[in-house]
């Protein structure tokens, strides 16, 4: 076989009088840009269906071709459905036949939004435009109208939209689509059949199975029938995950939505709509989607639809088992980097050393520098002072916490911190001791010869001071049962010791949160004081003065 391919290249390469030196093997090439290629800068909230239609207005007939040109031009992107904000992208250009005709800016009109409601579900049932243009013109027309709609897959009752003129519309009459059955949890709206119909995926079987129970019958689009939910069990995992895991999902980037219609629209013309307000939808900053239907209202065959439409969109459903299971499920989609469970503590800082502990770490991207610090809170369990949190940020470090009560704030002292410019007299003051200072010590008295000593501070028959005195001195003041030290050579430490004042450290342990955050501080504590001998980082600082600590810098 080889021997038949090499002899007919040489035959071709004679053939076209082609020389040796004219022909290259060519490994790695830079991608040339046609003048039919857009360059694109990746927005905030962009998806590539978004581009094509909203920027570039494309038929949403054309978006298979238009996909598989951004393949070659983008060969980079490994996943369509992942791009991220900032990123520089190759628009492939749109051939006359697919660029769309502007609809003229006439007696433009303003709708409210009522529940349950979607742009193109308005545009299809209240003013009865066909699927073709509400897709190839009238979308791009309410996108340039309201500048103010960021989403045009997300609106809320009683939003207000400017909604383009009617004169085309008379033009054009379609009948009105019939309305499906209203179902409650998630709207299916069935198109007409299209001319290349896309080939349908059936989906996979979900391969738990349904949680024993009270159960009620859920009627599905597309006539699935005897869907089952838990509906004790799941609705208070629903509640839970309102009230503790949304709130996370924020504090980790995500978008939360959970008012009004989520509308997504799929290949072909045809459209999915979700209630937000009773199945939340959480937009990952990853580009990742994931549907919480903690109550189990969708149905594994909508379930697969969604998921086989959208592949960066996953729907989790209420396990009965807790946060930790959600979670888990949660963080297995969400598309970052590395997530560790049960893993050793992490450990930032600089003088000082904090320890974070977590039921899970997740470090965002490659770099390991985005961190996530995941715990699950009971409801005793106090949450991280906002200080930490901040110091940790500083740091690249987010401590995400589930559920817990939030801390009690104490209002801080004025001089909640004290320079205390390396003098003993200020630190027995801070520390509630007494002292005496400048005072004589009589150390030889017989009548003729009279020998004292001026001692600068004393406390208990420790003489404390700048300037030794001679050995002949320190020998009388020994005799006398006096002790003496250098303040100018001895550490804090060694002066508290030889007086007797019970402290911890150096270094001295602060814990935080239980099991979760610990703090080396490089200081002493004796008593309601910390001693530094340097400042720290301010906010912590802060932190050991909402405690209740005074913070003495020595």
């Not at 869907?227 to 629903?238: K, L």
């Not at 969400?334 to 904090?354: M, T």
Request: aromatic content about 6%.
């Amino acid at each position: 076989m080889k021997k038949t391919i090499s002899l007919t290249m040489v035959f071709l390469a004679c053939w076209l009088n082609i020389s040796a030196k004219d022909i290259s093997l060519v490994k790695h090439a830079s991608r040339p840009e046609t003048e039919t290629a857009q360059r694109y800068t990746v927005k905030g909230g962009d998806t590539l269906w978004k581009i094509f239609m909203n920027v570039y207005g494309a038929n949403p007939r054309d978006m298979s071709g238009l996909y598989n040109r951004f393949r070659v031009l983008n060969p980079e992107i490994k996943d369509l459905d992942h791009i991220n904000k900032g990123q520089r992208i190759l628009v492939p250009g749109l051939s006359s036949t697919t660029k769309v005709e502007k609809i003229k800016k006439v007696n433009r009109e303003t709708y409210v939004i009522k529940k349950g409601e979607h742009l193109a579900k308005v545009l299809r049932q209240v003013y009865h435009i066909s699927e073709d243009k509400i897709f190839n013109e009238y979308l791009n027309q309410i996108k340039t109208l309201n500048p103010q709609l960021h989403d045009l897959d997300y609106v809320v009752p009683g939003q207000k939209i400017r909604i383009p003129g009617t004169e085309k519309r008379i033009l054009d009459p379609v009948k009105p689509v019939k309305p499906a059955k209203q179902v409650k949890q998630v709207k299916i709206i069935k198109p007409a059949k299209p001319e290349n119909p896309a080939k349908i995926i059936k989906p996979v079987e979900p391969r738990t199975s349904p949680t024993r129970g009270s159960t009620k019958k859920i009627v599905h689009p597309e006539g699935v029938k005897d869907a089952v939910a838990t509906s004790a069990g799941d609705m208070v995992i629903s509640r839970v995950v309102r009230n503790t895991l949304l709130p996370a999902m924020e504090d980790m980037g995500g978008t939360n939505r959970t008012k009004g219609t989520y509308f997504m629209p799929v290949t072909g013309g045809s459209s999915i709509s979700i209630n937000t307000a009773e199945i939340p939808v959480v937009e990952l900053d990853t580009g990742k989607k994931v549907i919480l239907d903690m109550d189990k209202r969708i149905s594994p065959r909508v379930k697969g639809l969604i998921e086989g439409s959208f592949p960066s969109c996953r729907i989790i459903q209420g396990s009965g088992q807790g946060l930790e299971d959600i979670m888990d499920s949660i963080l297995n989609v969400s598309g970052y980097f590395s997530v560790n469970k049960d893993a050793n503590p992490l450990l930032i800082g600089k003088k000082e050393k904090v320890m974070l502990s977590g039921k899970w770490i997740v470090y965002k991207d490659f770099s390991r520098r985005n961190v996530f610090v995941i715990n699950i809170l009971s409801k005793k369990d106090t949450r991280t002072p906002d200080t930490i949190k901040g110091y940790a940020s500083a740091f690249g470090v987010d401590l995400v916490e589930i559920g817990g009560k939030q801390e009690t704030s104490k209002e801080l002292k004025k001089d909640y911190i004290r320079i205390l410019d390396h003098s003993y007299v200020k630190l027995f003051d801070n520390l509630g001791l007494s002292c005496d200072k400048d005072t004589e010590i009589d150390l030889v008295t017989d009548g003729a010869v009279n020998i004292a000593y001026k001692a600068p501070l004393l406390k208990n028959r420790l003489i404390l001071t700048p300037e030794m005195p001679d050995k002949a001195m320190i020998a009388f003041l020994e005799d006398k049962g006096y002790r003496i030290m250098d303040t100018q050579k001895s550490d804090v430490e060694e002066v508290l010791k030889a007086l007797g004042i019970k402290f911890s450290g150096p270094p001295f342990k602060v814990q935080i949160s239980d099991d979760r955050v610990e703090m080396d501080i490089p200081g002493i504590r004796s008593g309601n004081a910390v001693i530094l001998k340097k400042g720290l980082d301010p906010k912590i600082m802060q932190y050991l003065a909402s405690t209740g600590l005074d913070v003495l810098i020595w």
